[in-house]
């Protein structure tokens, strides 16, 4: 990608019946435990997983040394899109149902890519993270987008309120109570999974295969507010 090295790990479970590219922006979110419980929960679904780092060590490591995020909207824009096409230069990878997930930044970027692309993003997700960076786009957004945030965290919660008014598109905000902005309280997690497997099967899968799938190794009772 312009000659910058990017990781990406590929899981998909036999007969998979959708793509969920799950974006970061550093490589130690790999480690947290919301984004292994999210890509467990998604696997038992039937639902493959494209991790996919959008940022290079070197960049992490220089946003944490200054405290601040990455927020190279058109870098990450960037990557995404061509993360996308080798997705579909793939001769051996099936051509599944495409869903995007990304915290922070990265969120902003998935909201970005299915607007310019909405034949190939089929629904999208977002945890916790900034659209605001993608309201330019938001007019051409037609793609189902589920917005999640926690309630202990008011600024982010904010910035989602405010974008969920401005989408038009199939929308949910989806405040998970007594989280902060990781989700690392007990359940948050967990609840946060099950949102977002929900979102991507209803709105990428048939709905029998939806349903025989959303059955699956489902975490307490947290249901996703769909319109």
Do not use: K
């Not at 990017?6 to 969920?20: C, E, F, K, M, N």
């Amino acid at each position: 990608m312009g000659g910058t090295t990017l990781r990406a790990t590929l899981t998909a479970p036999t007969d998979a019946v959708a793509l969920a590219v799950v974006l970061h922006d550093a490589a130690d979110e790999r480690l947290d435990p919301t984004h292994t419980t999210l890509v467990d929960v998604l696997h038992a679904a039937g639902v493959a997983t494209l991790r996919a780092d959008l940022c290079t060590a070197d960049e992490a490591r220089g946003d944490h040394a200054n405290g601040t995020p990455f927020f190279d909207i058109s870098l990450l824009v960037d990557r995404l899109i061509a993360v996308m096409a080798a997705i579909r230069a793939r001769t051996d990878l099936p051509q599944l149902p495409l869903g995007l997930v990304g915290d922070r930044a990265v969120g902003a970027a998935a909201l970005y890519a299915a607007a310019e692309y909405p034949e190939r993003v089929g629904a999208v997700v977002t945890r916790s993270a900034r659209p605001d960076l993608a309201g330019p786009f938001f007019p051409r957004l037609g793609a189902p987008t589920l917005l999640i945030v926690g309630d202990r965290d008011p600024e982010t919660r904010r910035i989602n309120e405010e974008a969920f008014r401005h989408l038009h598109g199939p929308r949910s905000l989806e405040v998970i109570p007594g989280a902060r902005h990781q989700f690392l309280e007990p359940g948050a997690g967990e609840q946060a999974a099950a949102l977002t497997r929900a979102w991507l099967l209803r709105h990428l899968c048939p709905p029998q295969t939806a349903d025989q799938q959303a059955a699956v190794g489902r975490p307490g009772t947290a249901t996703a507010r769909v319109p």
